[in-house]
């Protein structure tokens, strides 16, 4: 409803839509958008009673602004990634006793498609509170609506969180939600995985985001995202470098990534890993950048039993590069995807190597279809298992000290994994009281690892990550000492075997090569 003319309040409550807060029972109420007759945000912000910078108290009913519920809008909702978002964000609401204070809308350009996502997860939610948290969804287009509209549209929400992928070679578009974000006054949130597109967030609108007082939190997946936040961690943790030794000393950030398959999220992840194939790699060496080509360079990561141990590698063009670049100031740091079965390797490193990138940017939708179907059989055979694994270590030339630390994060599934993470980014930003998340309100454009720089606010949001994690090895210890203590032990090991292979010889194969060995009072020569 939005009667021209006339002062709108901030949203028209029904009997229904109290009856929602007082039980926790759907609603069928509506909010109104903002009228084109109030003042704009950013030219008289502090003298608008619904700005976000002007705290206000409007009495509806019995509740006032502050006690009404948060609402959401997930972009992209409808879609695989999209989907896992919204549900894992109305489970963690229930479980942190939010639930009722909550309210979700999905996003997309297909009605029908949004229509059945909603009626989806309402089958998975099982209690009435979760299911009241979903409301309806809403049609749009970030792209190609109409600007003016898509602000006023955005007006009614808290939170605007973006997963409407692929992120890559979107051009002008890269920040265009962002921008009607700022214009309408609502924090904004994304889980790009383009470093395009986040550098163009930072870049061009990090000031106008401080001036319309919203936060903007950009690749708050899983990777990037978590693995940001464990990379901060284990950054934590190395002994630091006083200011004589700093040129002295050297540290790296390495990010290692495995999925199975296509991690169950489908056409979503294959768009993104082929228009990440047509971009050079953004990769710093020795204080240098180097730009170095995609799938490129192969190595060998110890991803755990869970992932079948060592998988191989390449490199790939991520964001968490560059910010770890940033805002660290390493010398070394990269990133390296790898998926399974092997032939995925293979078919991927041909593609970066034989298709020209203008082919792959503009064919990516015909290429994704093409192999979508034999993509679903490989999901079938292989899983959708991912892993997460941020090297750091550092090094210092005077004092020949060595330091290696690595944080490992495994899932069953890589699409719940995403909505996991993401849903603990977006309550934090929302309720983070309810979670223990003391995270400061800085209006601007930031990384994961700029917003949660104390190690108690980190603990706090990966906590609730790592319930379902099947593996969470937050912290190891790796140093010189240790590798020559584990180089003596393999030495005198093998002095060992040696020398009751020599004694099985000598006896002719008549003695037990094993008694021989425990006899306590034969000496071993070299031990």
Excluded at 349 to 355: D, S, T
Aim: net charge positive.
């Amino acid at each position: 409803m939005n009667m021209k003319g006339a002062k709108q309040p901030l949203f028209v409550p029904d009997s229904m839509y109290l009856a929602r807060i007082a039980v926790a029972s759907r609603s069928t109420s509506r909010w109104t958008t903002r009228p084109a007759c109030w003042p704009e945000r950013s030219r008289d912000a502090q003298r608008d009673p619904f700005s976000p910078l002007h705290r206000r108290t409007v009495f509806i009913g019995n509740l006032t602004d502050a006690e009404a519920p948060k609402r959401v809008l997930v972009v992209g909702g409808s879609g695989r990634v999209g989907g896992a978002v919204v549900e894992q964000i109305v489970r963690l609401a229930q479980r942190r006793g939010v639930a009722n204070k909550l309210l979700i809308d999905i996003g997309g350009r297909n009605q029908r498609r949004g229509d059945q996502t909603l009626q989806r997860l309402g089958q998975r939610l099982h209690s009435l509170t979760e299911r009241s948290i979903l409301r309806n969804h809403v049609q749009l287009n970030w792209v190609q609506d109409d600007f003016p509209e898509l602000v006023s549209l955005l007006c009614q929400y808290d939170l605007v969180v973006h997963t409407a992928g692929p992120f890559q070679n979107r051009g002008r578009n890269a920040g265009r939600l962002l921008e009607a974000c700022m214009l309408a006054g609502v924090n904004y949130q994304d889980v790009a995985d383009d470093m395009h597109h986040a550098e163009t967030c930072r870049v061009q609108h990090a000031d106008a985001a401080q001036r319309a007082g919203i936060t903007a939190w950009i690749s708050t997946g899983i990777y990037p995202g978590i693995s940001n936040l464990m990379a901060a961690d284990l950054m934590s943790r190395l002994p630091g470098c006083s200011d004589e030794q700093r040129s002295a000393c050297e540290r790296g950030i390495e990010f290692s990534y495995f999925t199975a398959g296509s991690g169950g999220a489908g056409a979503t992840i294959l768009s993104a890993t082929y228009l990440l194939l047509a971009e050079p790699v953004y990769t710093v060496r020795n204080g240098v950048l180097q730009w170095r080509p995609a799938y490129s360079d192969p190595r060998r990561v110890d991803f755990g039993i869970e992932c079948g141990g060592q998988r191989t590698t390449y490199l790939l063009n991520l964001p968490e590069v560059r910010s770890a670049h940033s805002v660290y100031g390493v010398e070394h740091a990269e990133a390296r995807f790898g998926t399974a079965p092997a032939l995925w390797n293979g078919l991927m490193w041909c593609m970066a190597r034989f298709l020209p990138p203008a082919i792959l940017r503009e064919r990516m939708a015909g290429i994704t279809v093409a192999s979508l179907p034999f993509v679903r059989l490989v999901d079938w055979l292989v899983g959708a298992r991912t892993a997460v694994r941020v090297d750091c270590w550092q090094r210092g030339e005077q004092t020949r000290a060595s330091y290696h630390d690595y944080f490992l994060y495994v899932h069953e599934r890589l699409t719940d994994a995403v909505g996991e993470c993401t849903a603990a980014f977006a309550l934090a930003r929302i309720f983070p009281e309810a979670l223990g998340i003391t995270v400061p309100f800085i209006p601007g454009v930031w990384y994961p690892e700029e917003v949660f720089q104390t190690a108690a606010c980190r603990d706090a949001l990966m906590g609730l990550v790592q319930t379902n994690a099947l593996r969470w090895e937050p912290f190891s210890r790796d140093s010189d000492q240790s590798r020559r203590t584990a180089r003596l032990v393999r030495s005198q090991c093998t002095k060992v075997r040696n020398w009751c292979a020599k004694q099985t010889e000598s006896l002719h194969g008549t003695a037990d090569v094993f008694g021989t060995c425990s006899i306590p009072n034969r000496s071993v020569p070299g031990t």
